[in-house]
């Protein structure tokens, strides 16, 4: 899926942005696989780990055939960006606000995601032209914190991430977040050990009903 609008409205549309993290390069494309099957639009490859830019790779090559888009996460820096930009990212997360990685992004045409917590941050990421602000850690601050963002700052799309989970989903979706951020509340890590993608699957599968409950509420 190309253009940065289009990819700002798949995240939207999704709801739920899958967090694949320390995946390794043999298993994240049937992973990924499974969970877009499951309902999740947006798949998250976090670039902490080794041979990031071939995971990403392996990604979009493996959902070039459906409406998913991929992006990288935990994405602290401009030539971080470069690479998983040419890898296939049409998305960057960070989970810190650097302007240097918001402008490289606007540079390449693709979604740009900063890590905030306060206004401050919040602030810093719209001026540097971010398209959406990642709250984190978002369990820390709780729901209310987006309404809070949203007050002051306008109606900022906000993606909550970490901590969120099945049981607190409603409660994000309700302040007004504009998707949620989700790992290992998603992303069955036994289940990719056993390299059972059908449980990968279902397990996804569960949340992303959770969302959709959560969204029609």
């Not at 993290?21 to 999740?40: F, K, L, M, Q, Y």
């Not at 977040?177 to 290992?184: C, L, P, T």
């Not at 036994?190 to 059908?198: E, F, K, L, R, S």
Request: aromatic share 4%; net charge negative; glycine share 10%.
């Amino acid at each position: 899926m190309s253009g940065s609008n289009a990819v700002e409205r798949r995240i939207g549309d999704s709801g739920v942005v899958a967090v694949l993290r320390g995946i390794s390069e043999n298993r994240i494309a049937s992973v990924a696989r499974a969970i877009h099957d499951a309902g999740v639009g947006a798949i998250e490859v976090t670039a902490d780990g080794t041979r990031v830019r071939e995971k990403v790779a392996a990604v979009d090559r493996e959902l070039r055939d459906t409406d998913a888009v991929v992006g990288a996460g935990t994405v602290l820096d401009a030539a971080t960006t470069e690479s998983v930009v040419d890898a296939g990212a049409t998305f960057v997360l960070a989970p810190d606000c650097n302007p240097d990685v918001i402008r490289t992004c606007n540079r390449h045409g693709v979604v740009s995601i900063p890590g905030v917590t306060t206004p401050t941050e919040a602030v810093t990421a719209i001026e540097a032209g971010a398209d959406i602000l990642k709250l984190f850690p978002a369990t820390t601050v709780g729901p209310d914190h987006v309404g809070a963002l949203q007050g002051p700052l306008g109606n900022v799309r906000v993606v909550p991430t970490g901590g969120v989970s099945a049981d607190n989903v409603a409660s994000f979706f309700d302040a007004g977040a504009f998707a949620v951020g989700v790992g290992s509340a998603i992303v069955d890590y036994d289940a990719i050990a056993d390299d059972d993608m059908d449980r990968v699957r279902e397990t996804a599968a569960e949340f992303v009903a959770a969302v959709e409950s959560a969204r029609s509420g």
